[in-house]
C-alpha cells in the first residue's frame, strides 16, 4: 500500500515530480509514461494518467504486427491505494487495424486483457483471498463482494490455462458435498504433491471420464494406485481407463473403518433400546466410547470404559470385532492377510449380530481390492486432510448453491495453481 500522497510535497515540488514518483510506483517503462496526476479531495481519489510517447508503434496483440494507430479507448484501472486515496490509472488506449485481425486494443503492461484492476492490486487481492473470504478482502480493499469473486475466478482460469498435464503416480478420489448434501463434486487429489489436479460435477462413472481421457496413454499406465472408498462408479471409471486397474485400486482403509464404526453403531442403538426397556443404562450416552480408538482415548476415559469393553453386551462383541480387524493393515504379506480375514470372517458371521454379518458379506466381496493396499500402502489421508481444507472454505462462505462456483474455490485453494497475474 503507498505511503505517500499528491499534496503532501513541500513547497518546493513540481507536477514533474508526482510523475516521476508514480512512475516509479508504476514501474512503467518505454514507451509509456505518467501524463499527468490529479487529485481529488471532494471524493478522496487520485487520478493517474498513463500516455504512450507521441509516434510510437504498435503491435496487434494476435498476431504482433506492427499496425497503424485506428483510434484511442478510454480504460480506467483500479491501482493500490496512496494512503487513503482510492487510486485509479487511467489512459487512452490506442486500438490498431490489423489487416489480419482487424481492429484490436492493444495489450497495456499493467492490467491483463479484460481486468479492471492493475497487476499489483490483483496480486495483492489473490494474496489476501487465500486465507479469507472474498467479503472479507473486498471489505479491507474497497472492492465489491463480486469484484473479489470475478479476481479468484479470473486466477483460476489462468491458472487451469498454465497447467501442464504432468504426470501422477498415486491418485486419490473422493467426493465432496455441498447445497446440504444433495448435490457432489468428485475430486481427482495428487497425493505426492497433495493438492487437487481435477473436480468433477456429480459422482457418476462418468464424472472422471474427462480426466482421465485428457491424459496420454503413457501417462495413464504411470498411474501406480489409486485409493478411493467402495463406490462402484468410481471403480468402473478407473478400470475403464487405467491398464491393470484391479491391481492398482486401493479401497481407503479409513472408509472401512468408518462402515465397520457405523455396523458396531448399530449394534448399540438396537442393544440400548432394548436395555433401556428394561431400565438399564449401562451403554446410554456411549456412543463415541465404542467407536474410538483406545489408542486415543485419555487414561480416565480407557478406564471408565474397560468395564463395558470386557463384558458379555452385544455391543461389547462388535466392538472387538472392529478392534480385531485393525490388524488386517499391519500384515506385510497378502497370504497371510487373507487368512487372518478368513478366521475374521468367520467370527462375525457366528456372531449373530445381523449388522456385523452385513458389513461382513461388503468386506467379502470387496477384499481384494482392500489387500492392495499392502503392496502400494497408500490410503486417502491426504484426501481428507484436503476435505478438511475444502470444508473450511464451505464454512467461510456460508455454503455454496452454484456447483460451478464451489468448483472454483476447490481450484483455488487447492489446486497449487499458477495464479498471480503477469505483464503483457
Known sequence: MGTWLPGDLDQGATAMDDRALYQTILGLTTPWEVERVELREATQEVDVWVAAATGTAFGCPQCAAVSPVYDHVERRWRHLDTCQFRTLL?????????????????????????????????????????????????????????????????????????????????????????????????????????????????????????????????????????????????????????????????????????????????????????LSAAGDTRITRTKYAWLTNPANMARRARRAFAALRDSTLKSARAWAMKESLRRLWHYTYVGAARTFFRRWYGWAMRSQLEPMKKLARMLKAHLENILTYLTHRITNAVTEGLNAKIQWIKYGARGYRNRDAFKMAIYFHCGKLDLEPRPS
Open 90 to 274: 487511467c489512459a487512452r488506449v490506442p486500438r490498431v487495424r490489423c489487416a489480419t485481425h482487424g481492429v484490436t486494443t492493444v495489450r497495456v503492461p499493467w492490467a491483463e486483457p479484460g481486468s479492471r484492476f492493475t497487476l499489483l492490486l490483483e496480486r495483492l487481492a489473490i494474496a489476501w483471498l487465500q486465507d479469507a473470504t472474498p467479503t472479507a478482502v473486498g471489505r479491507r480493499l474497497g472492492l465489491s463482494w463480486d469484484e473479489a469473486r470475478g479476481i479468484m475466478e479470473r486466477a483460476v482460469r489462468r491458472g487451469l490455462a498454465r497447467r501442464t498435464t504432468a504426470p501422477v503416480a498415486r491418485l486419490g478420489i473422493d467426493e465432496k458435498s455441498f447445497l446440504k448434501r444433495h448435490q457432489y463434486v468428485s475430486v481427482v487429489v495428487d497425493l505426492d504433491r497433495g493438492c487437487v489436479p481435477h473436480v468433477a460435477d456429480d459422482r457418476k462413472a462418468t464424472s472422471l471420464t474427462p480426466y482421465f481421457t485428457a491424459l496420454t496413454p503413457a501417462q495413464r499406465e504411470g498411474i501406480t494406485a489409486v485409493a478411493m472408498d467402495m463406490w462402484e462408479p468410481y471403480c468402473t471409471t478407473v478400470r475403464a481407463h487405467v491398464p491393470d486397474a484391479d491391481a492398482k485400486i486401493v479401497f481407503d482403509k479409513f472408509h472401512i473403518m468408518q462402515h465397520v464404526g457405523a455396523a458396531v453403531d448399530t449394534v448399540r442403538k438396537q442393544e440400548h433400546q432394548v
